[in-house]
Each structure stands twice: as C-alpha cells, then as structure tokens.
C-alpha cells in the first residue's frame, strides 16, 4: 500500500471550481490561467489542470456527470464534486497554513475559494491568527538581541509577519460590521 | 548601449569587492545561503563567477593579480574598478522601485550601506515617498473593489504598510546612538 500523498494546492483548487459548479477541462483550465480567476492567485497550466482531474476522479474525489459537445472536436466530459470530495474540500478550507512564508499564496488562495463558495471563512482565520501571532512574538524576541544585518533582515520579517496579523484582523472585523449592517 | 540593468546578485558581488577586492571562490561563501548576506541574496557559486564575468565585461571589476589556489590552478582575485564604485554608490543612494522588490532590493542596499559605514538616510526618505504613495493607491483601489479583489488587494495594501514601518524603523535613530548620548 502506498500512502496517498496530499492534494497539491492547484489540485484543490480544480476540486474547489467543481464543487461551486460541474465543469469539463477546458473551463477549468481557463479559470486556472494566470489571467483567470482563481489563477491570479495560483496559477496552473493546462496540462496540469488535466492531471488534476485524473488524480481527483482516481481517489472518488470528482466523478463524471455527462458530457458537453464540445465547438470542435470529441465531446468534452464534465465533472462535478462528489459528496467525499466536498467534505475534504471543507476540511483542508478550514486549515490553516503552517508557514507564514506561504500565506502570501496558500491562505490567499483558501480565502478567495471560501469566499467564491460562499463559505464562512471566520474558522481559518481565527487557526491562522493562533498560529501567526507566536511568530511575531519570536521575531520580536529575536529582533531585540540582534545587530547589523541581522537586525535588518529581521526586523523586515517582524513587519511582514505582523501584516499578516493586521490583514487577518482587517477581514474579521470586516465580517464584524457586515453582520452588524445586516442586523 | 542598452545594457539591461545588474541583478541583485551582480550587484552583490559588485559591492564584496568593492569592500575588499577577493577571489570568486570567496565571494561565493559569502553569498552562500548560510553566509552573512545569503540570509537577503544568497547566489550560488555558478552564478558568483558568472556574475564575475559579466561585471568584468562591463569594466565594473578587473582582475587584480592571483592567489595560489589549494589545489588546482590559480584563482584570480578582482576589484571593483572606479566605475564600478560610481556605479554601486548610485545604486545604493537609489529607492527601489517596486515594492515587491523590497524583500529582496531593499535589504541589500541597507545592509552594504551598513557595511560601508554610508548613510542611507537620504535612500530611506526617498523610499518612504515611494511607499506611501504605493499606500495610498492601494487604499482607494480596496475601497472600490468587491469580492476576491478586495481580498488580494487588502493582503497587498498590508504588505505594502509592512514595507512603510519597516522603512519608518529604519529611519529611527538607533537605539545605541541614542544610549551613546
């Protein structure tokens, strides 16, 4: 038996697009471009969106759900998200990321597919803050004994951890005044 | 003519010899990921010697004798030549111009300008200017924005804040000139 390694986040994110709504390769691999939607956030070729697809389908993830006539060419085959597919898709929206290096790519891209699927994204950002703010602590601790260079790298590091902090903050208390204007 | 501009490892390697004139293989350690500089810019030892060569096709370095080498042939040893130098001090009195640059450019003007003893006040001002002016758009753009945009563009506006006090800090005196008074 071999372990199944994790979804890679391109992976999650053709899963994320089939779970709003059942779609054949192609679309998805517009929506996956660079210039698309979800790929200004993470981009994925073509080739990789089709991997993708064969990967998700193999472990019950997507399933096929008919076809579509495609404008040249064979029929395109559409799929859509299966019940076990969406679960785990809730599951890895919720998790926060590990390094705060990957904020700038991985928790933008959870965030902007929770907020496509319409998903409560108060969970992952309250993990993600429990897992920032003891970084900002230690950089702290760290800058206060540091000089030269070192201080400056580090103080650098200090200011963008904290960005993340205050951009967590800034979506929660985004949350705070919509539920307060809709009440 | 239309040279394109230094990457940030050749302006590295610029600013070492110009510091000390030094062998490619020294040079290399330096910007070796666990070396001093290699924290902000580490380059690997293909890319020092060929940074070498291109610094020294456009005169900015020339050789400046040779070391016997521990085994195998002799290294040469290089220096930053006059131009060379006029060139590393415009680059460093120089804000960077994008700020996703500043992880990488920014950090390194300041920690040479360190290490040469210069001043880069006059640098961090002119950062500071760029930097808010890079705040305020982002702050009208999220503002008119909705959606995934405002997302991206409220994780760009805080980064971009991030670079403003980093700068602001900069600009601090130091805590030990202050001791010192």
Not at chain 1, 71 to 90: H, I, Y
Request: proline letters at 5%; a negative charge; hydrophobic letters at 45%.
């Amino acid at each position: 038996m071999t372990v199944e390694r994790e979804l890679a986040p391109g992976e999650w994110s053709v899963l994320a697009l089939l779970a709003e709504q059942p779609g054949h390769g192609w679309a998805l691999a517009r929506q996956m471009a660079r210039e698309g939607e979800i790929g200004r956030v993470w981009a994925l070729g073509r080739p990789l969106v089709y991997r993708a697809l064969e990967l998700l389908e193999e472990r019950g993830m997507i399933e096929a759900a008919g076809s579509e006539r495609g404008v040249r060419g064979p029929n395109r085959t559409v799929f859509r998200a299966t019940p076990k597919g969406s679960e785990a898709l809730a599951l890895w929206l919720k998790e926060p990321v590990e390094h705060v290096r990957d904020v700038r790519s991985l928790l933008l891209l959870k965030l902007v597919l929770i907020d496509r699927g319409g998903l409560d994204r108060a969970p992952l950002l309250q993990a993600q803050r429990e897992l920032v703010v003891p970084s900002v602590l230690a950089l702290e601790a760290r800058l206060a004994e540091s000089s030269g260079s070192e201080a400056i790298f580090t103080r650098f590091r200090l200011e963008s951890t904290r960005a993340v902090v205050e951009f967590i903050d800034g979506l929660l208390a985004e949350e705070t005044a919509g539920v307060a204007a809709a009440s | 003519m239309g040279e394109r501009n230094l990457a940030p490892g050749e302006w590295a390697v610029l600013a070492l010899l110009s510091e000390q004139p030094a062998h490619g293989w020294a040079v290399a350690s330096q910007l070796d990921q666990s070396g001093e500089l290699g924290l902000v810019w580490s380059l690997g030892r293909p890319l020092v010697y060929r940074s070498i060569d291109v610094l020294a096709e456009r005169k900015l370095i020339e050789p400046a004798g040779h070391e016997p080498g521990l085994r195998g042939p002799n290294r040469t040893i290089f220096r930053a030549t006059p131009a060379g130098i006029e060139a590393l001090g415009h680059w460093l009195a120089e804000p960077v111009e994008h700020v996703r640059d500043v992880r990488s450019l920014l950090l390194l003007k300041l920690i040479f300008a360190g290490r040469a003893g210069t001043d880069p006040r006059p640098m961090l001002t002119a950062q500071h200017e760029t930097i808010a002016a890079a705040v305020k758009s982002l702050e009208a753009r999220m503002r008119a924005s909705a959606g995934s945009e405002t997302i991206l563009l409220r994780f760009r506006l805080e980064s971009t804040r991030a670079v403003l006090r980093f700068v602001e800090g900069e600009l601090e005196p130091s805590t030990e000139l202050q001791a010192a008074v």
